[in-house]
């Protein structure tokens, strides 16, 4: 059984800059690849970002393209969330994901472990 814990989340403002980490274990050699996903108040659970483990392969949406960038260190189990130019619409809690299968990677329901989150508040 594979656990994911985040870390690193806080209070930045606008413009700022904040790097999140995600540290995986227990069964970690069936990870295919990890994500990110981020939940505003009201808001449905949004991807942001995901790496496949073996290559180093990484997507973006256009919202944090630019901005964020995703990162893995195999020997660590760990992967990293640097969050550049920072705005206020990217307050959210921020959700570690990990997915053993490959394929629709950037839907919530192709990945079968969750961390429990870290809030990220940007403010104006």
């Known amino acids: 059984q594979v656990q994911v814990v985040e870390y690193g989340g806080g209070l930045v403002q606008a413009g700022g800059s904040l790097r999140l980490s995600c540290a995986a274990s227990g069964g970690t050699p069936s990870i295919y690849a990890m994500g990110w996903f981020r939940q505003a108040p009201g808001k449905e659970r949004e991807f942001v970002s995901f790496?496949?483990?073996?290559?180093?392969?990484?997507y973006y949406p256009d919202s944090v393209k630019g901005r964020f960038t995703i990162s893995r260190d195999n020997a660590k189990n760990t992967m990293y969330l640097q969050m550049n130019n920072l705005k206020p619409e990217d307050t959210a809690v921020y959700y570690c994901?990990?997915?053993?299968?490959?394929?629709?990677?950037?839907?919530?329901?192709?990945?079968?472990?969750w961390g429990q989150g870290t809030q990220v508040t940007v403010s104006s």
């Open positions: 994901a990990a997915a053993r299968g490959w394929g629709l990677l950037t839907r919530t329901s192709r990945y079968d472990y």
């Open positions: 790496i496949i483990w073996s290559s180093g392969n990484t």
